[in-house]
């Protein structure tokens, strides 16, 4: 259930293409993997991510291309 509202939650903002960022979750810790285009989105991913009711921690691994 997380890990569908977090995906769902960043597949709403326009600006983060989704099918570069792998998302997994354990014991309400988010898990961010894989690129995005800038600085900015990876910090907006996270952003949205840590927004999610139950997500105790974001553990951001993006990569910038």
């Known amino acids: ?4 509202s977090v995906i769902m939650r960043l ?9 570069s960022i792998n998302v997994t ?3 309400n810790v988010v898990t961010l993997a894989g690129s ?6 990876s910090k907006k991913a996270e952003e949205i991510a840590r927004g999610v009711s ?3 921690h974001v553990n951001n691994q ?4």
């Open 25 to 27: 979750t354990k014991d």
């Open 1 to 4: 259930m997380l890990l569908l």
């Open 54 to 56: 139950d997500v105790k």
């Open 36 to 41: 995005t285009d800038s600085l900015a989105s």
């Open 11 to 19: 597949k709403s903002v326009y600006c983060i293409l989704v099918d």
């Open 62 to 65: 993006l990569v910038i291309n």
